[in-house]
């Protein structure tokens, strides 16, 4: 998943990168769909600099897990 996202390769992911992966969702185009994303993308950027790492998002879903249970 994060290699389809990675379209530039540099190993982290761009909030611009994070929205086009995310252009499958049927309402992925209307303004509150793309403010949910941005939401979300922030909460992913563990550190804050505007990119997601593979330890970021490992780190999320182990988060979610943990949450669940």
């Known amino acids: ?4 996202l990675d379209t530039n390769g540099d190993g982290r992911i761009s ?3 994070f929205l086009a992966g995310s252009r499958g969702e049927a309402t992925a185009s209307a303004p509150e769909s793309r403010q949910h ?5 922030r909460q992913l ?3 804050g600099d505007g990119a997601l790492t593979p330890g970021e998002l490992i780190g999320a ?8 249970h």
Request: charged share 40%; net charge negative.
């Open 37 to 41: 994303l941005e939401t979300r993308f």
């Open 1 to 4: 998943m994060f290699k389809a």
């Open 45 to 47: 950027d563990g550190d």
């Open 15 to 17: 909030l611009e990168e």
């Open 61 to 68: 879903g182990r988060g979610s897990a943990h949450a669940k």
